[in-house]
């Protein structure tokens, strides 16, 4: 007999269109964040850790923080910002094709 992966409790909560809504949600804090940022930088207040912005990203919140960056005009001429972001977004453009090719059987 073959085991369900993942075990059936979890198996209703990592449905496609779960991931999917906390995507978009993630996305919309990750916005937030960059926007909550700049306005903090703004009136001279204690910021957000780049850190922090980066692993939002990283943990799915990419277009967020792109997004987030040009409505506000914030973090663009930061270089190591800039391309810690890019990194992040290429890698999760690999795992994405990566994981595309092993779904579809390539």
Do not use: C
Not at 30 to 41: M, Q, R
Not at 81 to 88: G, K, M, N, V, W
């Amino acid at each position: 007999m073959v085991e369900q992966f993942p075990p059936e409790p979890f198996a209703s909560i990592l449905s496609p269109a779960n991931l999917v809504t906390a995507l978009i949600a993630l996305n919309f804090v990750t916005f937030a964040a960059f926007g909550i940022d700049k306005a903090k930088a703004e009136a001279g207040r204690r910021r957000t850790p780049e850190s922090t912005l980066l692993l939002l990203a990283f943990l799915g919140g990419t277009l967020g923080a792109y997004a987030g960056r040009a409505a506000f005009r914030h973090k663009t001429r930061k270089v190591p910002f800039s391309r810690e972001l890019h990194t992040i977004a290429a890698m999760q453009v690999v795992a994405i094709g990566l994981g595309l090719g092993w779904v579809l059987g390539g």
